[in-house]
């Protein structure tokens, strides 16, 4: 019993040091996140999650981020536009996002990207990236369902002040020291212009494996246009262009096409548009247009959601 | 179930609370419990198989005892059924695809059909610790267990079930009946390994592997600059993924009261390719050593004999680690290493008094370590590559040493440089100053702020979403 109350004693003893050591750099890396300058990678999420209140807002993956030039929905449709897009995060994200916006205000018009596979089922890696709403987890109770799915852990490491912002210190400091890429300094409003054309030959994108579709991300994807249903907002969603035939026929794109419409908006694919399969210089890859592809998409864009209204009024 | 798992933790905490609760007669039906649950926390069917080799080899330890002059046969009955199951498990597809491939250059169509089988968790590992506790029993080193539950636990242990480290009958087998009490030492040290442990996984491992994948998945796109860094980043990949599970798996046990083999020693300060095998996988190292390399004959036979057992047993070896012919390869480069590093001693040790290099042995050492290194760097090229040809294109394009170094993320660089750099200065300590311990400091401040560091270490930039451990797959 001796040994036992020595072991527990010493626990005890290590296990508060690390709870105060625990509070204190998790407190410091909250600082320095939070205070990062405005063209860093992360100041996006913070600006989009509590301070963005533009009227129309773009979200979406990389694509979203690279195709949506925010300025020109700014000129065309007369109100402020922010590109909310995020590279390597999908649907768990995009609907973390609306929940937080919805809390502070309801834009006009929301124009949602998603990817031809979308909802299927990758295995963990869209629930790992969900670690990139941690910092947000203590302070935005809406978002914590979602990060939630990441694991049935989710909620007792979060307890951790530094497990909240695990990987950050870096990339926070960097931040916060106005250190950064020069692409990043070139972001307007949210988007990102990418140079350089695309050198390869057009070929068939076609997957051996069956589309399963993951019940999370559809559920997600309903809940996204519902709240937006609920709270009046226009809503077009897009399936923005690639460099490679796809079958527009899989189970995302129609389910999504299907969903979308059956809500009264406005859904459509540009997978075989011909004006882009027909192009290689408009993209910077396979999957991401570049500046040109990007000016010439958004004003596609722009003609749909005008005519859109147009035909509603 | 993963040590890095909030599932272990729990596990862990349950298991050895009622292992010390309990009294010491049923403390091993605790562990065989446990060991099972661990087991089947993976694919469950798999413990059938598990226990089929248990009943076997236990049955075959007891008639080897008995048998006298025909103990030989119960030897090859229990060699015959625990390579059996590995052979067809992990070998036979890819014997099976081979044969295609020979019989297809003479437009044949294999007949013989692909088996549809994953394979077992940790099935290398617990057959050769099966395998060990035979050979020992009828070489006579070992009395054959009568107890049932202790043998089937001495293979099922769950801290070094499914990669190690491969333990012999006589370290372990006798520490099941011995009554473990709680002991402070004993949790201290056990809770020390398991802490260093979860850092070379987490914090190192998984942070590398996140670079080297992305290098090693997509060779063709990938400067020769991007290759080199992503190979030595391997090199710190898989031993801080392997030797992080070995101290996890020594802490548990340790917790409890066990002590297992230890099966690293600082491998990269070895100085030659041969101290390196007495520093990795020392428990693979030795099992090889005592149960093929010495009944070869070891080196006390002709030169050209003893060249053949050297690169006989690294092929073995490296077939053990896979089904594949990069592991293939991966060994026979070790064993030639170890071949020519006998044909050159002569010639490297005048080179060396030539240069005056004996005059500097701080010096020569650090070449030494250097050269040994980048030897094991190169070898693990062929151990990580997904194919031949994608570990012949990262070679070429190593050598050529050009174009830009992939930093999409340069804080993964950043990270990984902070991890491997914490690491070296602990194992130069560790190997230099072995006096000098941060860990194991008599100065309670700086030990406590020692284990605080490195837990805070592991919450900021451990990599939580991290994959398996490397080793479990063979």
Known sequence: MKEFYKIFTKLIIVLLVVFIADRLFGGLIQKIYFNQKEISQYFKITYSIEKMDAPIVIFGSSRAYHHYISNEFQKEFNMPSYNVGRGGNFMFYQEALLKSILKRYTPDIIILDILPNEFSDKGNIDYDRLSVLLPYYKKHPEIRSIVNLKSPFEKYKSYSETYRFNSLLLPSISGWLDIHKRSQRDTLQGFLPLHGSLKMELKENKSTQPDILDTNKVNAFKTFITLCKQKGIEVYVFISPSYSLNEETNTTVKFASDFTRNAGYYFQSYLEDTTFLNNNSLFKDQLHLNIDGAELYTKKVIQIIKSHRAAKQ | ?474
Request: net charge positive; with cysteine; glycine share 6%.
């Open chain 2, 1 to 474: 179930m993963l040590f890095n798992s909030v599932h272990f933790f729990f596990f862990f905490l349950i298991v050895t609370s009622f292992y010390f609760i309990s009294p010491h007669k049923y403390r091993w039906f605790i562990l065989l419990l446990a060991s099972c649950y661990f087991y089947m926390a993976f694919v469950p069917m798999y413990i059938l198989i598990l226990a089929f080799t248990i009943v076997v080899d236990y049955f075959a330890g007891i008639f080897l005892e008995k048998a006298g002059s025909k103990k030989k046969k119960f030897l090859i009955l229990s060699l015959v059924v625990n390579i059996g199951i590995l052979a067809v498990f992990k070998y036979y597809n890819f014997i099976n695809e081979n044969i295609s491939l020979l019989l297809s250059n003479f437009g044949v169509n294999n007949p013989i059909p692909y088996l549809k089988i994953l394979l077992p968790i940790g099935l290398s590992f617990h057959t050769f610790q099966a395998m060990s506790y035979t050979i020992e029993v009828y070489r006579g080193n070992q009395k054959a267990e009568r107890n049932f539950g202790i043998y089937a636990l001495y293979v099922m242990f769950y801290p070094q079930l499914v990669a190690g480290p491969i333990e012999r009958p006589q370290n372990i087998l006798h520490q099941f009946y011995e009554k473990k009490t709680l002991n402070y030492e004993d949790v201290a040290a056990g809770l020390k390994l398991m802490l260093w442990g979860f850092f070379q996984k987490l914090v190192i491992a998984d942070r590398l592997s996140i670079y080297v994948d992305a290098a090693y998945n997509n060779p063709q796109n990938h400067s020769g600059i991007t290759l080199l860094l992503a190979s030595v980043f391997f090199a710190f990949q898989i031993y801080c993924d392997f030797a992080g599970y070995s101290n996890i798996a020594l802490g548990v046990a340790r917790v409890m009261g066990f002590r297992l083999m230890v099966n690293f020693k600082r491998p990269y300060f070895a100085t030659s390719i041969s101290e390196f095998w007495r520093r990795w996988h020392i428990s693979l190292s030795s099992w090889f050593t005592d149960y093929l390399y010495i009944p070869l004959g070891g080196n006390r036979v002709s030169v050209p004999r003893w060249y053949f057992n050297l690169f006989f047993v690294f092929l073995v070896s490296g077939l053990w680690h896979g089904a594949n012919w990069t592991f293939i390869i991966w060994g026979a480069i070790n064993g030639l290493y170890l071949i020519f590093s006998i044909i050159f001693k002569k010639p490297i040790a005048r080179i060396s008094s030539i240069l005056q290099l004996n005059k500097f042995p701080k010096l020569l050492t650090v070449i030494q370590i250097f050269i040994t290194f980048f030897l094991a760097v190169f070898a693990w090229t062929f151990f990580r590559a997904n194919s031949i040809t994608d570990a012949s294109l990262i070679i070429k394009k190593i050598f050529t040493f050009k174009g830009p170094l992939f930093a999409e993320d340069p804080f993964l660089i950043m990270y990984s440089i902070i991890g491997i750099s914490i690491l070296l200065i602990r194992e130069f300590f560790l190997e230099f100053y072995p006096g000098i311990s941060l860990l194991n400091n008599k100065n309670v401040v700086i030990r406590y702020a020692t284990y605080t560091g490195i837990i805070m270490l592991i919450l900021m930039i451990g990599v939580f979403d991290g994959g398996q451990f490397i080793y479990f797959q063979f």
